[in-house]
């Protein structure tokens, strides 16, 4: 059995959509237990923020990565 492994851009693609949707969930979390109206706004934007342009980083370096064809 030939081992598959991932490569490096798909690796990256995958932990921008991870960053993104954990950002989402514990922000919704957050908004259904009503902690998130004892933090500030600005804190939740500012967490929201971060984690989306720390998504969009990491989307841009993974296309400096070329991209391999996959075996069936």
Known sequence: M??????????LQYLALFI?????IVRLI???TEV???IP???LNL????????AMALLLV???FPKRKQSA
């Open 41 to 43: 706004e600005t804190t």
């Open 30 to 32: 957050l908004y259904i």
């Open 62 to 64: 993974s296309y400096l």
């Open 2 to 11: 030939a081992k598959h492994k991932k490569n490096t851009r798909d690796i």
């Open 47 to 54: 967490w929201t923020y971060t984690a989306f342009g720390l």
């Open 36 to 38: 998130a109206y004892t």
């Open 20 to 24: 993104v949707l954990g950002t989402q």
